[in-house]
C-alpha cells in the first residue's frame, strides 16, 4: 500500500480524488505547492512528509484552514451538495 493509499485508508474513491488533487497542484500558479507535488507523484516525497515539513508545511496549510473554515460554516445540506471525488 503506498503513501496517499494508506492515507485515505485503501478507499479508492478518495485515493482517486487525492491523485486528481496532486495533479492540480502540479500545475499551480504556487511553484512551491507545484514542487511538492511533482515530488510527490515522482515517489521523492509523501505526502505526509510534504505536509509536516517546514518547507511544505505551510504552503499546505493556509488553503487547507481557508477551506475548513468555509467547510465550518456550511449548513448540513451545503455540505451534502459538494462534488465528491
Known amino acids: 500500500m503506498d503513501d496517499l493509499d494508506d492515507i485515505t485508508g485503501g ?4 485515493t ?3 491523485r ?19 515530488a510527490v507523484q515522482d515517489g521523492q516525497l ?5 505536509a509536516t515539513s517546514g518547507t511544505y508545511g505551510d504552503a ?9 473554515t468555509a467547510y465550518q460554516e456550511m449548513t448540513p445540506e451545503e455540505r451534502d ?3 465528491r471525488g
Do not use: C, I, Y
Open 11 to 14: 478507499d479508492e474513491k478518495r
Open 16 to 18: 482517486r480524488t487525492l
Open 20 to 38: 486528481q488533487l496532486l495533479d492540480q497542484l502540479a500545475r499551480s500558479d504556487n511553484p512551491l505547492l507545484r514542487e511538492m507535488a511533482t
Open 46 to 50: 509523501t505526502l505526509r512528509e510534504a
Open 60 to 68: 499546505l496549510a493556509g488553503p487547507f484552514v481557508s477551506f475548513w
Open 81 to 83: 451538495n459538494l462534488p
